[in-house]
């Protein structure tokens, strides 16, 4: 059974930056794709980000592109999302999700393709 734990999360002034952090488990981590979701308050989950399992292919969302970066490090079984010129409307709770295939080659965005289960992290942005 996949086990996934976010940290990393916190409370940010807006323009400031955070990492967040993944560990997967019950996975070869290597052979699948994963992926970043958020979810405000009074608002449906949302695709911020993905990267491959070879990790040489990413896709972000619009409203993130070219302010977070999404990276992995297969020898810690960790995927990280950093986050820098945070704006108030960033403020989500954060879930990582791996692919529910191995060697999953996209679409990326949609959230049924992937495995959640971890309680998320809390990333508030002040304005």
């Known amino acids: 059974q996949v086990q996934l734990v976010e940290s990393g999360g916190g409370l940010v002034q807006a323009g400031g930056s955070l990492r967040l952090s993944c560990v997967v488990s019950g996975r070869t981590f290597s052979s699948y794709t994963m992926g970043w979701f958020r979810q405000a308050p009074g608002k449906e989950r949302e695709f911020v980000a993905a990267i491959s399992w070879s990790g040489g292919n990413t896709l972000y969302a619009d409203s993130v592109k070219g302010r977070f970066t999404i990276s992995r490090d297969n020898a810690k079984n960790t995927v990280y999302l950093q986050m820098n010129s945070l704006k108030p409307e960033d403020t989500a709770v954060y879930y990582c999700?791996?692919?529910?295939?191995?060697?999953?080659?996209?679409?990326?965005?949609?959230?049924?393709?992937?495995?959640?289960g971890g309680q998320g992290t809390q990333v508030t942005v002040s304005s």
């Open positions: 999700a791996v692919s529910k295939i191995p060697y999953y080659s996209g679409p990326y965005y949609p959230q049924s393709h992937y495995d959640t």
